[in-house]
Nanobody, 115 residues
């Protein structure tokens, strides 16, 4: 019943920026944590950033200082502002949420960084 829908992906040049959005719908009372993961072909799905209900955040070392995660709890939305994008950031980005100990995933949005 819980659905997460990502948007904002696209194709950008190195050094460019994108802003990803994830909107939750359905039976959402409180997502204790929401985050972004990414997966490139042939690779595992890795954590990019996570934000907790109190606003505390954690970032992968590879994106710290370039990406910023934020959330709008009233609208069940989480954002990922991505700046100074690099080709190695190319991946499918997945929204993730945890509620009542259960986890939910979005379908993913493609981010491609290429000259």
């Amino acid at each position: 019943q819980v659905q997460l829908l990502e948007s904002g992906g696209g194709l950008v040049q190195p050094g460019g920026s994108l802003r990803l959005s994830c909107v939750g719908s359905g039976t959402i009372f409180s997502m204790n944590a929401m985050g972004w993961y990414r997966q490139a072909p042939g690779n595992q799905r890795d954590l990019v950033a996570i934000i907790y209900s109190d606003g505390d955040t954690n970032y992968a070392e590879s994106v710290r200082g370039r990406f910023t995660i934020s959330r709008d709890n009233a609208n069940n939305t989480v954002f990922l502002q991505m700046n100074s994008l690099k080709p190695e950031d190319t991946a499918v980005y997945y929204c993730h949420g945890v509620q009542w100990g259960l986890q939910y995933w979005g379908q993913g949005t493609q981010v491609t960084v290429v000259s």
